[in-house]
């Protein structure tokens, strides 16, 4: 079983920035094959943010291109999501999504509980 634990959300300003940050807590023998970031704003489908696999490969929206970074830490699995020039659209609750492999070849997903992100001035 895996718990993450989002932190990072809040209020800010059109212009402004904001740093997302979800740590995963588990087994120290698990994979965290990729870690994501979606969003879902009111009365729209959850989208795909950004994600970054355990090779550092990373893709982006393109919504969020050059404006976003998504990086990881693999020590203290935990990811990051730098974000940066935010715009209102931005407004959304974030979550948090890995991809977890087990050393008993099993592959399983986990959501995390969500933050707030509201850009408004």
């Known amino acids: 079983q895996v718990q993450l634990v989002e932190s990072g959300g809040g209020l800010v300003q059109p212009g402004g920035s904001l740093r997302l940050s979800c740590a995963a807590s588990?087994?120290?023998?698990?994979?965290?094959?990729?870690m994501s970031w979606y969003r879902q704003a009111p009365g729209e489908q959850r989208e795909l943010v950004a994600r970054i696999t355990n090779g550092g490969i990373t893709n982006y929206v393109d919504s969020v291109k050059g404006r976003f970074t998504i990086s990881r830490d693999n020590a203290k699995n935990t990811v990051y999501l730098q974000m940066n020039s935010l715009k209102p659209e931005d407004t959304a609750v974030y979550y948090c999504?890995?991809?977890?492999?087990?050393?008993?070849?099993?592959?399983?997903?986990?959501w995390g509980q969500g933050t707030q992100v509201t850009v408004s001035s």
């Open positions: 588990g087994s120290r023998l698990n994979i965290y094959v990729t």
């Open positions: 999504h890995v991809t977890v492999a087990t050393m008993e070849a099993s592959v399983h997903d986990y």
